[in-house]
């Protein structure tokens, strides 16, 4: 079950791959500056995930606009990572937590995926500017995705 809102969400640094190398990619970097939205998601390379980051990225507008920055977190490798976004031109930060410390923090490890071991569920969460949870859902089954919806009305609330 994933972390409750109300509660302060765990700070990370989580390592991203892009052109220019690998770059730290942290919660603390937008506090105090933006909301940010953490979706975390099973695996690159399939086909529900990459709907949801490739729909993500197509519709970034509205989250820049509701003063919130994206980060999609799986327990891929940053180089993996990396060559997914390039393929599907994936415009959002791409964090690795492959040694899955942030997917336990916030309680969203999902056990044994497809016989191919432990990955992050798929669920999201809005961190307001402070640090708090503000929104919190982990999906019933990795197939499903997350209500944005729901997401978006709880970064309206903070504006």
Known sequence: MAIKVGTKAP????????????????????????NTVLLFFPAAFTSVCTKELCDITAGLGQYTGLNAAVIGISVDTPFAQEAWAQKEKIAI????????????AYDVLFPNLAGIGDTAARAAFV????????YAEQTPSPKDLPNFVGVQAALAALK
């Open 127 to 134: 961190i307001d500017k402070t640090g708090v949870v503000r």
């Open 93 to 104: 930060p791409l964090a690795s937590d492959l040694n899955k410390t942030v997917t336990r």
């Open 11 to 34: 700070d990370f640094s989580l390592k991203s791959k892009t052109p220019t190398g690998l770059v730290d990619v942290k919660l603390s970097d937008n506090l105090g500056k933006k």
